[in-house]
């Protein structure tokens, strides 16, 4: 069964850190591709940044560039989310998504599909 969970979530002041995890089950990540979406109440769901593992290409949101990085640990079969300077506005429900044999995109969201359940990430002093 292919799966895929998040963790890492949580309460954290502005300007502070938080590293969101994606670890795959039931297949490998070796020829797919990873996307990190949020959603917040009442607003579509947005594209945040992705990760094409087999050459480590990545994408960012303008929103996040600079504060955000994705990363994997092949040997993990994980991919990982570090956030940086955390705003507010970065609070949200943060999604991973995966597809397979093409690039990553944080724009067509049905391209995934496999998605997991979500992590609560709070930002608020």
Do not use: M
Not at 29 to 42: C, E, K, M, N, V
Not at 55 to 80: L, Q
């Amino acid at each position: 069964q292919r799966q895929l969970v998040e963790s890492g979530g949580g309460l954290v002041q502005p300007g502070g850190s938080l590293r969101l995890s994606c670890a795959a089950s039931g297949f490998s990540l070796d020829y797919a591709a990873i996307g990190w979406f949020r959603q917040t109440p009442g607003k579509e769901r947005e594209g945040v940044s992705c990760i094409t593992i087999i050459d480590g290409s990545t994408y960012y949101a303008d929103s996040v560039k600079g504060r955000f990085t994705i990363s994997r640990d092949n040997a993990k079969n994980t991919v990982y989310l570090q956030k940086n300077s955390l705003k507010p506005e970065d609070k949200a429900v943060y999604y991973c998504a995966v597809t397979f044999g093409v690039r990553c995109t944080i724009t067509v969201q049905k391209r995934y599909d496999y998605w997991g359940q979500g992590t609560q990430v709070t930002v608020s002093s």
